[in-house]
């Protein structure tokens, strides 16, 4: 399979993903603890706030409404990263590989994976607040966690800027050879 189809099959995957993520969310926390919360009751769909933990209580309209607008604000993060996959794989389509938009893109990929560790902590906590919200005085709470995987996201990240650089030194290599007669 040549770079151009591969990378047309990855656009179109990243833009059903970045359609299907708000989507999902919003499903997700408006079935929670229903006989129609399929995504999480088939394993499909999992998240690190242990609702049942948090609460004993059904969920209500409001928590359920702040659920969702606080996962939507944080998945914009993620959003943002299937953006940016999709501008990458679309200028690899083009055969452009070693140009100065997708070393930005790497640089920004990179950042996304900081911005999701550090967005998920603050997401824990606005989470498990609103969540615990109807519990009574005493037994609200907040809830935050660092775990492998988030150290995992940073490494990653790292990674990400350091193809960035080799990236930019490609595209600089690309550009001499370019002007070489």
Same mark, same amino acid.
């Given at each position: 399979m040549?770079?151009?189809?591969f ?11 970045l359609?299907?993520?708000?989507i999902g ?21 999992q ?16 928590p ?6 606080i996962?939507?604000i ?10 940016l ?8 389509s083009?055969?452009?590989i #070693? ?10 990929? &990179? /950042?996304? @994976? =900081?911005y999701?560790?550090?967005? *998920?902590?603050?997401?824990?906590? #606005?989470m ?5 919200m109807?519990n009574?005085? &005493? /037994?609200? @709470? =907040?809830?935050?966690?660092?775990? *492998?995987v988030?150290?995992?996201?940073l ?5 990400i ?16 050879n370019?002007y070489?007669?």
């Open positions: 040549s770079l151009s189809k990378s047309r099959i990855m656009c179109q995957i990243f833009i059903v993903l359609i299907l993520l708000p969310i919003i499903y997700f926390w408006i079935t929670y603890g229903t006989p129609h919360a399929y995504l999480s009751l088939s394993g499909l769909v998240i690190n706030t242990p609702v049942d933990m948090i609460t004993k209580l059904p969920l209500t309209l409001l359920r409404v702040l659920a969702i607008v996962s939507l944080f998945s914009f993060i993620l959003m943002r990263a299937l953006i996959l999709i501008r990458l794989f679309g200028y690899y083009k055969n452009e #070693f140009s100065e938009r997708n070393v930005l893109i790497y640089r920004q990929l &990179g /950042h996304c @994976m =900081f999701w560790v550090f967005g *998920g902590l603050i997401y824990q906590i #606005f498990t607040a609103a969540i615990s109807n009574p005085p &005493g /037994h609200r @709470m =907040f809830f935050v966690s660092i775990t *492998g988030d150290l995992l996201t490494l990653v990240g790292v990674i800027l350091g193809i960035a650089r080799v990236m930019r030194e490609g595209q600089r290599l690309a550009d001499e370019e070489t007669i």
